[in-house]
Structures are given as structure tokens and as C-alpha cells.
């Protein structure tokens, strides 16, 4: 039973990973951004064309998206060259760095309109940084180290000259939210599909064969309700709230496993609270025992073990269930209108 639950459990968490978005953010250009996410789902930001030597990096989620976009970045220039420390100094104190890419993450809420990707010197000043690919950045290294380091201003302009201006910004990325997610929760249910139980007992109204024996089923005997544990998949829709509840609606689907080690099939919908915990209602349906064929209940027994192997048949039964989100990170992710994310 373990096997095969933790064998569906593995394959529902590989579909749900499977949900990521990815934008590129080029530091050194203006451009409007625009991201497709729906709610639940992995966002990483990439910043390239950054140094992240000289810059602290942070998103921002924005809950109602504002009337106008701010921020923005201007192109500028490049680099020239001494020994070690001499040159490390250099390029520090005229803010000169090779630029690479800055990886920021989240994960998508459903009410979130947008984002704010802040990028702000680490040092507090507002002075421009002057940034360089690799190649040229390991040019102007290798050049420096050939001649003087420079300190001229016309100089050092004329390194600047050749590279991208990096400037303390504000980059407004607008979301066009799916408003359908896949939920994923595990946990348990109780069903009244259960077992019937039969007996072989005296046939007591018979005159004819008082000896004789007959099949008849025993009420009361069969177990109450049957337990299983379930994996289920929700279909989230963010527009199907209870109201102002908070309470949503889900379609739900959900495979569960018995202690005999039996699969069982649910469908119904649950009442998703805040994509943390969920109650299940719906129908079930498995195999349950019944009489061979040939065999009726208040007759002979058709031969002397007619219980003790007996065929199944599939049946329908409502349950009721309970569980908990293992995929989903919930709303309670990001707190008030705006909350930080901080980066990796």
C-alpha cells in the first residue's frame, strides 16, 4: 500500500514543479516587462546585465498596480589597466565591474498585479556604476595592466565611454494572471462504500430439509465507513470565492489506496481554505465483494466454499475527507498590499 501511494504522491509533486515562469530583466535597457503566471506557480526574475558587486536587489509584490510605471536605466560605456591591489582599487573606487546575472524568486499569489524589482546601490550612493561583458571587462583588465592606472578624468571617461551606465532603478513588472491553478493536498477520507458480509446459516424455515443451510447477508455486520489515504488534485479558479469568505471552490479529483492495498478513485469538489487545508466531499468509487454467479441470497449454498473466495464488483459510494496542501505555498505567502521577497 505505501508503495503505490508514495509511487502517485511522486508523480502529482513532479507536475506541480513542472509549474515555473522565467523573465529577463536587462539592467542596463528600459523596456516594459510583462509576466504570465498563474497563482501558485515558481517566478524567478534573472537581472542580467547587472553587477550585483555593487547592488542590492529585492521584489516587491504589488496587490493593486499603479496608474503610471516609474524607474528606468540610460546606456552608457566601457574600460583601461595596473597590477593587483592597485588595479582592484581602481576599478572600485571609479565604479568600473564586469556584469553578470542576479537571480531573484517567488512564488506567484493570486491576487498579485505586479512587481517591483528594486535595484539600489549597496552602499547608498545614486552614482552610477559603469558595467562591462566578461570579454571586455577582462580586455580592460589585461589593458590596465600594460600601462599606468589612469587618473585623469578624460581618461576615466573615456573608460566609462565604452561601457553600460548602471543606475539605482525601479523596474515595473505587470502580471497577466491565469486564474486557473492546480492545487495538489494529501490526507484521508471516510466513505460508505464499504464491504456487504454474507453468512452460510441453518435454513430454519424450512419443513422439508431442516438440516439444510442457506446464504444470506448479515445487516449490520459490514464496517461502518472504509478509510482511505488519498492524493488529491484541485482545480483552483481565483474567481470562485464563497463570498468575502476567503473559502474557495475547487474541482477535485483524487486517487487513494486502502489497507488491502487497493486503489480507490474520488470526484467531487473541496472547499479550499487559503490553499493550506481543504474539506473533500464527492463520490468514491471501488470494487466491492458480491455473491459468485449462480448464487442468491435465501438458496442452498452452491458448493461448500462459496464464501471464501468472492468475486467483486464495482461500486459507487459518497465519502468525505480531509487534507492538507503539500505543493501549494497558500496566500499567506506574501502579507499586507505589498510585501518583500527577498532574493536568492
Known amino acids: 500500500m505505501k508503495a503505490k501511494f508514495l509511487v502517485f504522491v511522486t508523480l502529482m509533486l513532479c507536475v506541480e514543479a513542472s509549474a ?120 580592460l583588465k589585461s589593458s590596465l595592466k600594460k600601462a599606468s592606472c589612469p587618473t585623469t578624468p578624460a581618461a576615466i571617461a573615456a573608460i566609462k565611454a565604452k561601457g553600460s551606465s548602471l543606475e539605482n532603478t525601479t523596474r515595473l513588472v505587470s502580471v497577466e494572471t491565469n486564474p486557473w491553478s492546480i492545487g495538489l493536498s494529501g490526507g484521508f477520507t471516510a466513505s460508505r462504500l464499504t464491504d456487504p458480509v454474507f453468512a452460510v446459516v441453518p435454513n430454519s424455515e424450512s419443513t422439508a430439509d431442516p438440516a439444510g443451510t442457506i446464504v444470506v447477508g448479515v445487516p449490520g455486520a459490514e464496517d461502518s465507513f ?27 479529483f483524487g486517487l487513494g489506496v486502502e489497507e488491502s492495498g487497493d486503489f480507490n478513485m474520488f470526484a467531487g469538489i473541496a472547499f479550499d481554505f487559503g490553499n493550506q487545508w481543504y ?35 464495482f461500486d459507487t459510494g459518497l465519502y468525505v475527507g480531509f487534507s492538507f496542501a503539500f505543493a501549494s505555498p497558500g496566500e499567506d505567502f506574501f502579507k499586507g498590499k505589498v510585501g518583500t521577497v527577498k532574493p536568492d
Open 20 to 139: 515555473s515562469e522565467t523573465l529577463e530583466i536587462d539592467h542596463s535597457k528600459k523596456s516594459a516587462l510583462t509576466l504570465k503566471a498563474a497563482p501558485g506557480a515558481f517566478v524567478e526574475f534573472n537581472v542580467v546585465n547587472t553587477c550585483p558587486v555593487f547592488f542590492n536587489y529585492q521584489t516587491d509584490v504589488i496587490r493593486d498596480l499603479p496608474e503610471s510605471t516609474a524607474g528606468g536605466v540610460k546606456l552608457a560605456a566601457a574600460l583601461p589597466k595596473c597590477e593587483d591591489d592597485a588595479l582592484k582599487k581602481f576599478l572600485t573606487e571609479n565604479r568600473l565591474c564586469e556584469m553578470g546575472t542576479k537571480k531573484l524568486s517567488t512564488v506567484h499569489g493570486k491576487d498579485v498585479t505586479a512587481y517591483e524589482i528594486k535595484i539600489s546601490r549597496n552602499d547608498g550612493s545614486t552614482d552610477a556604476v559603469t558595467g562591462f561583458s566578461p570579454t571586455a571587462f577582462a580586455n
Open 226 to 252: 472504509s478509510p482511505a489515504a488519498v492524493g488529491f488534485v484541485h482545480a483552483h479558479n481565483r474567481n470562485w470565492q464563497i463570498g468575502e469568505s476567503g473559502i474557495y471552490i475547487a474541482p477535485t
Open 279 to 313: 474539506i473533500n466531499l464527492g463520490v468514491n468509487g471501488r470494487q466491492v465483494d458480491r455473491l459468485p454467479s449462480g448464487q442468491r441470497l435465501g438458496e442452498a449454498p452452491i458448493n461448500d466454499n462459496v464464501l471464501a473466495d468472492l468475486p467483486t464488483r
